[in-house]
């Protein structure tokens, strides 16, 4: 048997960079919903749906816009907020689970869009799919294995939800959302606190399997269900403690932060969260959930892109933000702005 040498450290890189979000961007589809063109399929008023959950309009895809065509103007909109050329993008991470495709994953066709054959793949954390995201980008910058990373969450809800379910109809809409994580002088982005509790997978669920919907032909597409008041406590009771766990990873308080990003899951949530968690009246809280509804994995991206683009973010903003979704999973970070 033949001796083989290594050489000295197998060709990698000592690590152990800082990293930070260097570029944000949104892309929100054209078509305005207002929830009374629900309504009327759901026995239901525009008053009741505000109450319940603080959205008055989403934004609906148009019938040939794909995740990966959302995805893309998302992507070049963080591209160049991040100031950089796209051929500086080292890898993509694609937080989606509305991708029609069991196989091959939306990521290398953003890629090839974008003209790049760099490393590209999709994770499935529902709602939390971009807050991994960000976790999984900083550790890939952290260790040197990159210095740009793209991450996307995108979400086209709309084909996949019951408009006459009274309990879920109204609550979605259609976005993609991107940030650039680089490599950085100084940190700009906190270790992530993420977690699941499987026991409670039912309560956001794909009703049929794809397996149940070829073997019967009286099943539909799949549809999404979801047992509101469930979410509502766990979220309440979870993710509060998540929120302050998160802070407490980056060292800080409610005291030193700026804004407020969680997902947009539902305004009495996202009020709830802030009066648990205790935050002063100068932190901006984001609430785009009003007119773009619960976007899944795209809605942390889009309501910080908002927020920059009407200047309720500037640069050097340090902000919690945490997500929670099916799974039940959950994942958050406190992230300096570019």
Not at 195 to 221: T, Y
Request: hydrophobic share 45%.
């Amino acid at each position: 048997m033949s001796m083989v040498t290594l050489s000295p450290g197998l060709g990698t890189v000592a690590g152990g960079y800082h990293s930070r979000i260097s570029g944000v961007g949104g892309y929100r589809p054209e078509r305005v919903v207002p929830n009374s063109e629900i309504v009327e399929r759901i026995d239901s008023t525009d008053e009741w749906i505000r109450q319940r959950s603080g959205i008055q309009a989403r934004h609906r895809a148009a019938p040939e816009e794909s995740v990966v065509d959302m995805s893309v103007h998302a992507a070049r909109a963080a591209i160049e907020h991040a100031g950089l050329e796209v051929d500086a993008i080292d890898a993509i991470i694609v937080a989606t689970v509305t991708h029609p495709y069991q196989t091959p994953a939306a990521a290398p066709e953003v890629a090839h869009r974008l003209g790049l054959t760099c490393m590209a793949l999709d994770i499935s954390a529902a709602c939390a799919g971009y807050c991994h995201g960000i976790g999984m980008a900083s550790d890939m910058v952290r260790s040197g294995s990159a210095r740009h990373v793209l991450v996307l969450g995108v979400e086209k809800l709309s084909d996949f939800t019951d408009y006459d379910d009274r309990s879920i109809a109204f609550i979605f809409g259609d976005g993609a959302g991107a940030a650039v994580v680089s490599r950085a002088d100084s940190p700009g982005i906190s270790p992530t606190v993420w977690g699941s509790d499987g026991e409670q997978r039912d309560v956001i669920a794909q009703v049929d399997s794809w397996i149940d919907v070829r073997d019967d032909a009286g099943l539909d597409f799949p549809t999404i269900k979801m047992q509101g008041q469930s979410v509502f406590r766990w979220a309440v009771w979870t993710i509060a403690k998540k929120a302050q766990e998160t802070l407490d990873a980056a060292g800080l308080t409610v005291h030193d932060i700026d804004a407020f990003v969680p997902h947009q899951a539902n305004l009495r949530i996202i009020d709830s969260l802030a009066k648990t968690l205790g935050l002063p009246e100068d932190v901006v809280i984001a609430k785009d959930i009003v007119t773009t509804a619960n976007t899944s994995a795209a809605s942390v991206p889009l309501a910080m892109s908002r927020m920059v683009e009407e200047g309720q973010l500037r640069s050097g903003d340090v902000v919690l933000q945490i997500a929670f979704g099916a799974g039940l999973a959950y994942a958050g970070q406190v992230v300096v702005m570019p």
